[in-house]
């Protein structure tokens, strides 16, 4: 079983940019495609992007297209979600998740996740 822990959420100003870091442990990253989850409140977990295990291909939700970016490091054993241009409805929890080692892998096929970091953005 993975491990994953996010860091580097916090208060942004709208239009501001934000670094997500998903640290794994436990096994090689490079046996999962790996994908950003968020989690607004009062709403359902909802998906924002996913990376195949080479980080050859990636998959966006539409309000997120243009404006987040993930990438990888397998030798790093790191998942990241550089996001930009940060609106108030990017608000949330954001998790990262673990998937089979499959593309393209459905959002209720990831098993594995992390705590959560939270993503404040002030209008």
């Known amino acids: 079983q993975v491990q994953l822990v996010e860091s580097g959420g916090g208060l942004v100003q709208a239009g501001g940019s934000l670094r997500l870091s998903c640290a794994a442990s436990?096994?090689?990253?490079?046996?999962?495609?790996m994908g950003w989850f968020r989690q607004a409140p009062g709403k359902e977990r909802e998906f924002v992007a996913a990376i195949s295990w080479s980080g050859g291909s990636t998959n966006y939700a539409e309000p997120v297209k243009g404006r987040f970016t993930i990438s990888r490091d397998n030798g790093k054993n790191a998942v990241y979600l550089q996001m930009n241009n940060l609106k108030p409805e990017d608000t949330a929890v954001y998790y990262c998740?673990?998937?089979?080692?499959?593309?393209?892998?459905?959002?209720?096929?990831?098993?594995?996740w992390g705590q959560g970091t939270q993503v404040t953005v002030s209008s």
């Open positions: 436990g096994r090689p990253l490079m046996l999962y495609a």
């Open positions: 998740a673990a998937g089979p080692n499959k593309w393209p892998v459905r959002a209720a096929d990831f098993g594995s």
